[in-house]
């Protein structure tokens, strides 16, 4: 999507929305036992504890369909479980709320801990017919990168393309993968390497919170680090190379570096492991997916005349240019929701 502008003595730019739906549905759909199976999934940034769970039929476009068709929650270790039919088609995966560790600051005497807010949520798709699923900050990043590169309702064709991208070049499955704590892992080699990956993240995100003036990444932060991942690079670049953050602060670090520091850190727990090297390959954008329409304003608001009180001009987050801004709607091939935005 590229960017569309009106001036409002602010810009008005169309960002991408989650798209993410909601409603009441049972906790599990009927099944019958002879042709049922048991999906179980973990959510992981530090492991995420009493998350919600919900899954969604999936649109085209990479978008939630009606009610959700099951909901659960994680437990202390962000595991969930739940019962499907055997053949189940694709289903989007939301996980929205929770706690966890931040593995980025464990020196004092109790770990600091990150509490998400009930409309925060991370993103993933579990596959057709698979028992086992992920939500990472790169499913997250996985499903971004294909709703953005879909214009032709196309979304489950490039996620299938992305997902063997991304394990190419992660080493793991990023959706098939459950990764395991970053902190104290365990379980398979590959469940490991994705908690060392994932450490690593960890490092890089706590660089962009804190060069946001932030104490602790909150979820915008989270949401932004995650969307920067579309390349499998910290770069502070999404998808069709939209500059997310400013990365010229951090000079010459890579995910790898951080993965190393990481490692360093936490020699003990991932002795014996393979140190990933992701730098050197990277997730390009999908031959054919580049975005050449821009976004439409649909609807505009009256022209709008504030008063600055001082030099510096007007924030765009005065409450006047934010009331105006109700007034936008605006449509794109990419984004079934765009959002306007002041900067």
Known sequence: MNPCRTSLLAIALLTYGCGSSSGTAPAEPATDASSS???????????LADASVALFEVDGRGNAVGDAVARTSTDDLGNWSITLPADHPPYLVTVTGGRFVDEA???????????????????????????????????HALVEKSRRESSSNDFLGLLVQNQAQFRD???????????ADPLAPSGSADEQRYALIAGGAAYALNAVAISRDLAAADYATIDLFARGLVDC??????V???????????????LDDEILR????????????????LAAVGCPATPGSEDTTAPAFTATAAPLLV???????I??????????????????????SPRVEAL
């Open 105 to 139: 600051d464990t020196t004092g005497e109790t770990p600091r801990s990150i509490q998400l807010g009930d409309q925060d949520v991370l993103l993933s798709v579990l596959p057709a017919g698979e028992t086992t699923v992920a939500v990472t900050l790169f499913t």
């Open 37 to 47: 199976a048991r999906v179980a999934g973990r959510a992981t940034k530090g492991p």
């Open 307 to 313: 008063g600055a009180t001082s030099a510096a001009g």
């Open 169 to 179: 070049t992660l080493g793991v499955d990023p959706l098939l993968t459950r990764s």
């Open 233 to 238: 690079r910290f770069d502070g670049r999404g």
């Open 262 to 277: 990481f490692r360093n850190n936490n020699f003990d727990a991932y002795q014996g492991l393979e140190i990933p090297t």
């Open 315 to 336: 924030a765009s987050t005065a409450a006047s240019i934010g009331e105006a801004l109700t007034a936008f709607t605006a449509s794109d091939d990419r984004d079934a």
């Open 240 to 254: 069709g190379g939209q500059t997310l953050y400013d990365f010229d602060s951090f000079g010459e670090r890579d």
